[in-house]
């Protein structure tokens, strides 16, 4: 499984669609990679790999697409997965963070409980845009008190220069378009 390079497998199976959700996005999909195991394989190997030295005890991952790589990504750490949705989905205590993204605005929450004060974590995503919601999820986890050590996504999109707005830790991003 770890044969195919991910690079190479997110070029083969991340689907560009032009004017979604809105006229001048290029909208990175990448159902067809999550149906693709050895590509999707190859992808959350090559996560685990690149955030293994940054020693995390517990991996966030932001609804919707944050979960699918999240999930798998911390059973390969085999640390515990903490989930970031959007408002309103969280049935205890939350903390609360509103940020912009390259088409509208949203809120996510986190469970106040959910990491331990000083905890490790890896935040990842499946797309770096404009850096929003990583940054939103960054704030969430210093609010309970824990640190983000790396931020981890499979794909940016270079020219909306989220990695300028993540710049104060370690980024890990498996292909730049
Ligand atoms: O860097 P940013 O500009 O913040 O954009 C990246 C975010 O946008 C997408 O999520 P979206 O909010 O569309 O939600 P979804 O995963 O539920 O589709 C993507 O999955 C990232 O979470
Ligand atoms: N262009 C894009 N493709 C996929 N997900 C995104 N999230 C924000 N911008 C995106």
Known sequence: MTSVDAATAIDACVRPV???PVQGVTFRDVTPLLAAPDAFGAVTAALADAVRELRPDA?????ARGFIFGAP????LGVGFVPVRKEGKLPADTHRATYALEYGEATVEIHTDALAPGARVVVVDDVLATGGTLR???ELVQTCGA??????VVLEI???AGRERLADVPLVSLRRY
């Open 158 to 160: 270079g020219a909306l």
């Open 73 to 76: 990504l911390a059973l390969e």
């Open 136 to 138: 939103a999820a960054a």
């Open 18 to 20: 032009e004017d979604w």
């Open 147 to 152: 640190q983000v050590v790396g931020n981890a």
């Open 59 to 63: 991996v966030v991952g932001v609804e």
